[in-house]
């Protein structure tokens, strides 16, 4: 599985976008870009996935760019409850794949 | 509620001992995990499951061993022979259709001391 490159953090104002970056330059083609966030003591939550086209869901957005060397989640209203690691994972589709989860980049959102 | 329990919520260990950590899921998935997580790390697999009486080791099986008798059911014991048990543990599991496989759902999670 490709090796994913997460800044160590970042933090952003409540209330507005949270652009959360994350390198794959070696992703080969049948891996997915995953994407899970751990709230302090809590088990991580799967926040959304994806492998060319960019993604939506009810929690975020992903873009991926068009090489698929890199990726950024967006959290569009970013609250206090976001607050957590975000974790960037890049993994093979169709196959119980082990999760690795590097260290992730912490996002602070403050009020 | 569908979900994935965790129990107990906090475990002490004296030396010696084993101890059992429960895992259980009404989600129907196939496929279930075990992880350690230690302080300011991200999280290392212990074992997984991925059908009923099957089970693998992960990155960091040593010290540790699983049953999976039922589909709904994964504990995780931590044996004496773990020198450092002192962790938070995760539990998780996946479906296995296509396209979700890779979709985890974790408990809440264990903490265990040792004494």
């Known amino acids: 599985d490709a090796k994913t490159t997460q800044p160590t953090s970042m933090d952003c104002a409540e209330g507005r976008a949270a652009n959360l970056p994350c390198n794959h330059s070696t992703i080969s083609g049948n891996e997915y870009v995953y994407w899970y966030r751990q709230i302090h003591s809590q088990g991580p939550q799967y926040i959304i996935h994806g492998l060319k086209n960019n993604e939506t869901n009810e929690m975020a957005s992903l873009i991926i760019t068009e090489d698929r060397k890199s990726s950024t989640l967006i959290l569009p209203h970013a609250t206090l409850r976001d607050t957590a690691v975000y974790y960037c994972i890049a993994l093979r589709g169709g196959a119980n794949s082990k999760l690795t989860f590097g260290k992730g980049i912490t996002l602070s959102v403050r009020p | 509620d569908g979900g994935i329990t965790q129990s107990p919520k906090y475990l002490f260990r004296k030396e010696g001992q084993n101890v059992t950590l429960s895992c259980e899921q009404n989600l129907n998935h196939d496929a279930m995990y075990w992880y350690r997580q230690d302080p300011g790390q991200g999280l290392r697999l212990i074992y997984y499951?991925?059908?009923?009486?099957?089970?693998q080791k992960g990155d960091i099986a040593e010290g540790y061993s699983v049953s999976r008798e039922k589909k709904e059911s994964f504990p995780l014991t931590v044996t004496s022979a773990q020198k450092n048990p002192t962790a938070f543990y995760l539990c998780?599991?996946?479906?296995?259709?296509?396209?979700?496989?890779?979709?985890?759902?974790f408990g809440a999670g264990t903490r265990l001391s040792v004494l």
């Open positions: 499951s991925q059908i009923v009486n099957d089970f």
């Open positions: 998780a599991s996946s479906p296995d259709r296509e396209g979700a496989k890779n979709i985890q759902y």
